[in-house]
Structures are given as C-alpha cells and as structure tokens.
C-alpha cells in the first residue's frame, strides 16, 4: 500500500492500468521530470507492481495486475474481519 500511496507512482499505475507506456511517455502523461520518474518506476518495479519489456533503446513497462489482485484481496480481508469481530464495539479493557 506503501508504494501506492505516493500520487505520481498512483497516477503512473494508472496509466499503466490502460496501456504499455515507455518512460516518454510517462513523461509527457505525468509532467514529470524524467530522474524523479525513473526513481519511482524503480520503486514500483522493486515492489513488484510493474515489470518493464526492453524495446531497443527505450524500456516500456506493463502493469502486473496480478500484484493489484494480492493488495486487493488482502484489504478486503481485513474488512471482512473487522466486520465480523465487530471491530468498532470491540475493545479492550486497560
């Protein structure tokens, strides 16, 4: 969620989410300058959320969806959980 959470990497994710973009494009998208944009592809590559396809001089990255999936799944697990332990009512004493 970490990795998310930061706005670029979110609205780099997002694009991602439509179409394979190399760092040009990204660039163009976002606003970016290229160095802060590599830092966060690097990120989001390290934590496993995008992977990247070489294509001559330039690197284009895909979205792994799969890497969503997991987060999303995982979140809706605590829900579940607070819904069932009654989370809000659910104290304990001190």
């Known amino acids: 969620m970490r990795v998310l959470s930061d706005p670029l990497r979110l609205r ?3 694009l991602l989410a439509r179409e394979t973009l190399c760092t040009t494009h990204l660039v163009e ?3 970016a300058r290229q ?3 590599s830092n966060h592809l690097r990120i989001l590559r390290e934590a496993g959320v995008v992977e ?3 294509c001559g001089r330039f690197t284009y990255y895909r979205l792994r969806p799969e890497a969503l999936e997991t987060l999303s799944e995982g ?3 605590l829900a579940a959980t607070a819904r ?3 989370a809000a009512g659910n104290r304990r004493p001190c």
């Open 35 to 37: 160095t802060n944009l």
């Open 84 to 86: 069932s332990s009654g």
């Open 12 to 14: 780099i994710v997002t």
């Open 29 to 31: 998208e976002t606003g």
């Open 52 to 54: 990247t396809e070489p």
């Open 75 to 77: 979140l809706a697990g």
